[in-house]
């Protein structure tokens, strides 16, 4: 028998795509009688709207990746802030466990995102177990893993050819446009691929196959998954407030953490509620990306030719000051639709008016997406976007995604194209937003009372509290 309340120390990077996921995960673990401490940087802490909920069983810590004082988003370089994070966060983490030590706190496992594979190394010097929560889909990790295990080399090859694809275990055929970014030569994330392969050597160095847990849900990715042959995948999701999954808790409506402040939150809700049922085009890019001011244009002109509704996240730090007022569309743009620096994602996407969404892809979203039941027509940016498009577009098929024009613009006229495809009278968006209907009971039910991701979970904290 084990002990009575296990302790988890769960450390996630200080974006929000990383933070979300990695909290609510806490709050189930909480649920299952774990104690968790959700650690963040320093930088995470201080951009939040308000303080993190307070929650019976939840402690806060935090480390530091180097930018105490924090950082702008577009001008930071990345390298150099992933390298900063893994000295001062290692230097950090080490001392917060001396200081746990001396107060008698002993943690039974340190989870720790993707992008972090030096917590695992630092857990290792103490004698604490790890394990990676991978806050991706399945099929990206399945990629990095046969990339690890000698398709690298063919890939990296093969890239510079246009019409290069790639067949690998597990996944659909691969072109050059479907892989992650990390792949095509001049990509500005240097430190992405040797991070990865070190996840997958930290990993190695486990005495019995290691379990990954996967925001995702088992039966979206059984093949990707069963193809990792060295450690065993299980999906744990989908780790979105609970309204809106499992409805435990109808009150969490909303992640409670985020980086960027909410406004005009009420009123983009009752604009939704003077909307008919799926009307309303919801366009947002996550909390990175940063489009020019030319492709915003663009993305105007295509969504008033539609003459839907719509509901636009423009983050202020997504575009030059002034240059919102400044697009030559501007008062139409406020006539058909709404712009906000920031909204309640999860609440709109579950909106009965909202018909589509126009993504970047980010894992979070697509997967928020699919849950809610709302069709996609995608526009994929980095890292991992291209392929989660692509797993949209022909795996799960519940949207369409964009294609550029030579100069690497998406133009309006491409815009209204795929909005029409997806939320027209025509056959294939019918089979579309059906689709997408299918995937949002199969999504759910994973999660509720003996689905696959609640037993997966279960299992996860049987199997710590056997050990410790
Ligand atoms: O107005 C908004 C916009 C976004 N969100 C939330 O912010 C998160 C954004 O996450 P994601 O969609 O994954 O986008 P990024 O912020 O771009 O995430 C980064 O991290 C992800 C997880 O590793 C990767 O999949 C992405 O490619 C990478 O860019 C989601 O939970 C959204 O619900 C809001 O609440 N309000």
Redesign the pocket.
């Known amino acids: 028998m084990g002990m009575a309340e296990p302790k988890i120390l769960l450390i996630a990077l200080p974006?929000?795509?990383?933070i979300?996921?990695s909290l609510q995960f806490a709050k189930k673990l909480i649920s299952y009688g774990v104690h968790v401490t959700f650690m963040t940087a320093v930088s995470g802490f201080s951009r939040m709207n308000k303080t993190p909920p307070s929650i019976q069983g939840l402690s806060y810590a935090k480390f530091s990746d180097g930018y105490d004082g924090g950082y702008d988003m577009r001008t930071v370089d990345v390298n150099h802030y992933m390298t900063e994070a893994r000295r001062c966060g290692s230097q950090t983490l080490r001392d917060f466990l001396v200081e746990s030590i001396n107060n008698d706190t002993k943690f039974d496992c340190i989870v720790y995102?993707?992008?972090l594979p030096w917590v695992a190394a630092v857990a290792r010097e103490f004698h604490i177990p790890s394990t990676l929560f991978w806050?991706?889909p399945a099929s990206i990790f399945n990629i990095y893993y046969q990339s690890s295990k000698g398709y690298e080399e063919i890939i990296k090859n093969g890239v510079e050819d246009p019409s290069f694809l790639i067949e690998l275990p597990g996944l659909p055929l691969l072109s050059r446009h479907d892989l992650p970014s990390f792949y095509i030569p001049g990509n500005s994330y240097a430190f992405a691929m040797s991070t990865l392969k070190e996840h997958m050597d930290v990993l190695d160095e486990e005495i019995t196959k290691p379990k990954v847990l996967v925001n995702t849900v088992d039966a979206l990715e059984s093949e990707a998954m069963k193809a990792v042959g060295k450690y065993k995948l299980v999906g744990i999701g989908p780790l979105?407030p609970s309204a809106f999954v499992d409805g435990k808790n109808p009150n969490e409506t909303?992640?409670g953490v985020?980086l960027?402040k909410l406004s005009k939150e009420k009123e983009a809700m009752e604009w939704l509620n003077s909307k008919a049922e799926s009307s309303v085009i919801y366009v947002?890019?996550?909390?990175?990306?940063v489009l020019s001011k030319e492709q915003i244009e663009e993305l105007a002109k295509g969504l008033l030719e539609t003459e839907r509704p719509f509901l636009w996240?423009i983050?202020e730090d997504g575009i030059k000051e002034g240059e919102l007022k400044g697009l030559s569309c501007h008062e139409e743009l406020e006539k058909q639709g709404m712009i906000?620096?920031?909204?309640?994602?999860?609440e709109?996407?579950s909106h009965q008016s909202v018909g589509c969404f126009v993504?970047?892809?980010?894992?979070?979203?697509?997967f928020?997406s699919l849950v809610c039941g709302v069709p996609m027509v995608t526009f994929s940016?980095?890292?991992?976007?291209p392929t989660?498009a692509k797993l949209v577009e022909d795996v799960w098929k519940t949207g369409v995604r964009l294609t550029k024009n030579e100069e690497g613009l998406v133009e309006g006229c491409e815009i209204k194209r795929c909005l029409e495809l997806v939320m027209g009278e025509g056959e294939r968006g019918e089979k579309i937003r059906k689709n997408a209907k299918k995937l949002k009971e199969l999504t759910k039910e994973a999660a509720v009372e003996n689905g696959t991701s609640d037993k997966n979970l279960k299992d996860f904290v049987d199997e710590l509290c056997n050990s410790c």
């Open positions: 974006a929000q795509g990383h979300n996921p995102n993707l992008m806050n991706q979105m909303s992640f985020d960027f947002s890019f996550g909390s990175l990306t996240v983050r906000v620096p920031w909204s309640s994602q999860v709109v996407l993504t970047h892809c980010g894992w979070n979203s697509t928020e940016q980095a890292s991992d976007q989660n």
